[in-house]
Structure formats: C-alpha cells, structure tokens
C-alpha cells in the first residue's frame, strides 16, 4: 500500500520537474557555461556596488509591500468572516474582481490615477489644497500604492480560508471562561490564524520579490527591483549574466523563506505555547 500511495505522486513529481527542475536548470547552466565554464556572472553581481544595491532595494520593497498588504488584508479577511454565510460570497466577489485584470491593466490605471492631471492631482486643486499639481509619479510611493493595490486580493484570501478553518466554538468558550472580546481574540483566534497571515505574507512576498511591470511604469530611478535587471539584460541578449539574476533572485527568496518560516515556526510552536 506504501508504495501504491507513493506511485501516485509520480505524476506530481514529474510535473513538478518539468515545470520547474528542467527551466531552472537551464539558467543556470546559461549562467554558468555563457560564453564558457565559470562564475564570471556571479562575481560581476556581487563585486558591483550598484547591483547590491539594486538587490538590497528588492529586498526591501518586497517586505515592505508584504508588511502592508498584511496589516490591510487581515482586517478585511477578519471582517468578511464576521459577516453571515450569505453575506461572505458577494464580499470575496468584490475582493477578487481586481484579479481579473492583467496587471499591466491595473498599471496603466494607476498612471492615470496619479498622473499630473490624473484624477488625485484633479481632486485637489479642485479643493483648493494645492495650487500646482504633486509629483506622484515616478516615486517610490507610487510602487508601494500599485504593488499593494495589486497583491491585496491575495492576501485577503489566503487570511480568510485560514480563518474559516477555525472553530467558532473555541471563541465562544474563551468567553463563556470569562475572557473579554479582545482578549478571546488575542489568546484564542489570532494565534490560530497566525499560520494564514504568515502563508499570505510568503506568497506576497515571493511574487512581490519578482515585480517588474509596476517599478518600469511608475517608479523612478531609484525603485529598479532585481526583476528590471533581469529584463533589461535579457532584451540586450545578455543571457549568462540575466540567467545569475535569476538564480541569485530564487536562491535568495528560498533561504530567506526558510528563515522566515523557522523563526515564525519556533514562535508558533514553542514548547512554552505547546504545554499551555
């Protein structure tokens, strides 16, 4: 029976390893054998000041950007779930509605929105706060607004089934011990839903880390991310040195995930938080 069991994750496996296994290993071996055996690549990233810089900076906004969707998402996921069964279907359906639209869509949307005669700019002046239009273009804040706005379903979602799973009765039996409202959310429900926060953040996160479209369109100078790099390089047909972007950006996501996903784990599932 074990090995039946284990023969039907064969076709997952392979799956797994065209999809994923084969395209990795292509870059890296044009990584590593473009134009012949080394890691000449690799060396000219890390021994280059400006594209650590660009590498720290991805770093950065993809936590960051994950950070907020996480503080807006939670409540809202929270919210969805404290509605009546009827009501949560059509909330999930106005939260998912953006996901239907390309990216590049929401992008160009957002350049019309913040604009200097977009629709912001327009709305305050015609309040007489401002005399000449804001610079909100090309700025650093126009990323986080467009990543965020972009990335936000993802993360309502994935609170929103973690929070589902969980019993309403351990709640309503925290209260029925004497706990007040907020304390029976503190002690009993956020620890529970913390595994759901904590995927979304992930997933934001890793999508977040390989954002291009957003940081051509409405960032400056200073908001290149790792995966502009990458397409610039590609489209000089530089392929040895975009495929040592591209693995330096998985091997970094990995490890990075991992010692997330250790340091919350040990925080979860701490033996003190096991014997209570």
């Not at 999809?19 to 080394?38: H, I, N, R, W, Y």
């Not at 397409?231 to 047909?237: C, F, P, W």
């Amino acid at each position: 029976m074990r090995f039946a069991n284990r023969l039907t994750l064969l076709p997952a496996v392979l799956l797994a390893l065209a999809m994923f296994a084969v395209p990795v290993g292509f870059v890296l071996a044009e990584a590593v054998f473009t134009p012949e055996l080394s890691l000449a690549h690799f060396e000219r990233f890390f021994a280059r000041p400006a594209y650590l810089s660009v590498f720290r900076n991805t770093l950065f906004v993809s936590a960051v950007v994950a950070g907020i969707c996480l503080v807006l998402g939670y409540p809202m996921a929270l919210f969805i779930v404290s509605q009546p069964p009827r009501r949560r279907p059509l909330l999930l359906f106005l939260v998912l509605v953006p996901l239907w639209m390309s990216i590049l869509v929401r992008t160009y949307a957002w350049m019309v929105v913040l604009g200097r005669e977009g629709i912001v700019n327009g709305a305050l002046q015609w309040l007489g706060l401002i005399g000449e239009p804001l610079t909100l273009m090309f700025t650093t804040g126009a990323v986080y607004v467009a990543m965020v706005q972009i990335l936000l379903p993802i993360m309502v979602v994935t609170c929103y089934t973690a929070m589902t799973e969980i019993d309403p009765g351990l709640v309503r039996a925290a209260r029925v011990c004497g706990a007040s409202p907020f304390a029976a959310f503190r002690k009993v429900f956020l620890p529970l839903s913390l595994e759901g926060a904590v995927t979304g953040w992930s997933v934001i996160f890793i999508l977040s880390m390989g954002f291009f479209i957003v940081p051509a369109l409405v960032g400056g100078r200073r908001d290149v991310l790792l995966g502009n790099m990458i397409v610039n390089q590609v489209g000089q047909a530089n392929w040895g040195f975009a495929g040592a972007l591209a693995i330096v950006l998985l091997v970094s996501t990995v490890l990075l995930l991992a010692l997330v996903r250790l340091v919350i784990g040990s925080f979860l599932y701490s033996p003190r938080e096991m014997q209570a």
